[in-house]
């Protein structure tokens, strides 16, 4: 069993509406150990008023829509589905066509971006610079070093330059978790 997360569409303007209400059914129908949280991202935005005064707004960073961390083996459970689908306000899950379909999890990488941006997941400490020397650890360039020459903080990606074909330096994109530095 993990824990993954979902998106529901819900009508636009009631998603703090639809989230008290899905916490509320959650604890009165014993769903606590399959729905862990719903979340309504939001984000402070600076705005300037008819008087030309800034000022700080909580906007919601995509409206008519909530995210749900659930307990899952395999695919949902019937009876969660049930609830969660049958919620006023609530339209369905984002990526199942209805029918019965399941819906289709966030991935965990997009996710974490979300969670970081809104401060409820500390960004991971990245201790490698442009220039560094690495050696890959996971991947079909496993066991290979390179040296870096371009990093993506917010895709948590680089680019790690690897002699291969003759001594050429080729470029290889890899996710932070691929490398780690040599020295």
């Known amino acids: 069993m993990s824990k993954r997360w979902y998106v529901v569409q819900t009508y636009s303007g009631f998603e703090n509406s639809v989230r008290e209400d899905l916490e509320s059914r959650k ?3 014993g769903l606590q150990n399959k729905i862990y949280q719903v979340l309504v991202p939001e984000e402070e935005v600076e705005v300037v008023d008819k008087k030309n005064v800034k000022k700080t707004k909580l906007v919601k960073m995509f409206p008519g829509y909530i995210f749900l961390e659930m307990e899952v083996d395999g695919e949902i459970d019937n009876d969660t589905w049930y609830v969660i689908r049958n919620t006023q ?3 369905g899950f984002l990526g ?6 399941k819906p289709v999890p966030i991935p965990q990488d997009e996710m974490n971006r979300i969670l970081q941006k809104i401060g409820k997941l500390e960004a991971a400490k990245f201790d490698i610079h442009v220039g560094d020397s690495v050696e890959i650890v996971s991947g079909i360039f496993a066991g290979q070093v390179g ?4 990093i993506n903080e917010e895709k948590e990606e680089l680019v790690v330059m690897i002699e291969m074909f003759g001594g050429r330096a080729t470029p290889n994109e890899l996710k932070f978790t691929d490398v780690k530095k040599i020295g």
């Open 89 to 91: 306000k609530v339209t």
């Open 27 to 29: 604890d009165s129908m």
């Open 96 to 101: 199942s066509s209805g029918g019965g379909t």
């Open 147 to 150: 040296v870096v020459s371009s």
